[in-house]
C-alpha cells in the first residue's frame, strides 16, 4: 500500500483520507491516539491503529495512580526526547515512537494526554514557542515529557522559560494555555512539512498534500497541494 492507494487491500479507506474524515467531523470525535496512528500511517504505509491504541491502554493500567506526575514517571525510562536525531520523522510518528522510544516534545506530549484520557486526568497539551509540554487543566502542574518528565509550576516555567524556549523569546502567560487537538495535529503537520520538503519524497509529499488539505486552516495552500500531487502522478 502507498499513501495514494484509494483503498487498502482489505477494503477499508486508506489511512489519508480516514484521517481527513476525522478532522472534518465533530470535535468531540477526535482523539488523538486514532488520528496521529492514521497520520503515522500515511506516510509510512502501514496502519498499526489497533496496535497503537493496545499499546497505550496497557501503559495506562502500569501507572501508579491517576495523576499527571504517575504518567511522567511511567513514561520516565521508557520514553524520552530524541536529542541526537531531532528531525528524523519517525520522532513524530507515534507508533514509531512507542516502539523505539524517543520522540519530538509534541509527540510525547500526545502520548502523555492518551494516557491522561484513559486515567480519567484532564491532561492538555502547551504549545510553547519552539516546545512543547502538557499541563494538569485542573491547576497550575506543568509536565516535559520530552526533558525526562520534568515537573514545574507556574513560576517554575517562568524561572525555565528561556531554558524550554530559547532566548529571545518574551514569556507571555498564554503560551500556558491548554491548545486544541486539532491544533495539535496542525502544529505536528507543520513539523512534518518543514522535514519533508527538505528531503523532497514523492510520497511523503503526497501525504501532506491529502492531511493538510483537511483543514481549512490550510485552504491557501492548495496551489503547493496540487503540485505535491502532480510530483506524485
Known amino acids: ?38 497520520l503515522a500511517a500515511s506516510f509510512t504505509g502501514e496502519d498499526r491503529t489497533t496496535q497503537v491504541v493496545a499499546a497505550l491502554d496497557a501503559f495506562a493500567a502500569e501507572c501508579g495512580d491517576a495523576s499527571l506526575p504517575a504518567v511522567l514517571a511511567a513514561m520516565r525510562g521508557r520514553l524520552r526526547g530524541n536529542d541526537e536525531d531531532y528531525y528524523d520523522p519517525r520522532n513524530s510518528y507515534i507508533d514509531a515512537v512507542l ?88 502544529r505536528m503537520l507543520n513539523n512534518l512539512r518543514g522535514v519533508h520538503l527538505k528531503a523532497g519524497n514523492a510520497v511523503a509529499l503526497h501525504a501532506l498534500a491529502l492531511l493538510r488539505g483537511a483543514f481549512v486552516e490550510f485552504a491557501d495552500e492548495e496551489p503547493q497541494h496540487a503540485r505535491w500531487m502532480r510530483h506524485w502522478n
Open 1 to 38: 500500500m502507498t499513501p495514494g492507494d484509494d483503498r487498502r487491500g482489505d477494503g477499508v479507506a486508506d489511512p489519508a483520507r480516514r484521517f481527513a474524515a476525522l478532522v472534518a467531523g465533530p470535535p468531540t470525535g477526535l482523539q488523538l491516539d486514532e488520528a496521529c496512528a492514521l
Open 99 to 186: 516502539e523505539r522510544g524517543v520522540g519530538l516534545p509534541i509527540t510525547l506530549s500526545v502520548i502523555a494526554i492518551e494516557l491522561g484520557r484513559r486515567l480519567g486526568i484532564p491532561i492538555g497539551g502547551v504549545g510553547l514557542p519552539g516546545h512543547f509540554m502538557v499541563r494538569d487543566e485542573r491547576d497550575d502542574l506543568y509536565g516535559d515529557p520530552f526533558h525526562d518528565g520534568a515537573l514545574y509550576d507556574r513560576t517554575g516555567v517562568m524561572a525555565a522559560w528561556e531554558r524550554l524556549v530559547g532566548p529571545g523569546q518574551p514569556f507571555d502567560p498564554m503560551h500556558l494555555a491548554p491548545v486544541s487537538e486539532r491544533a495539535i495535529l496542525i
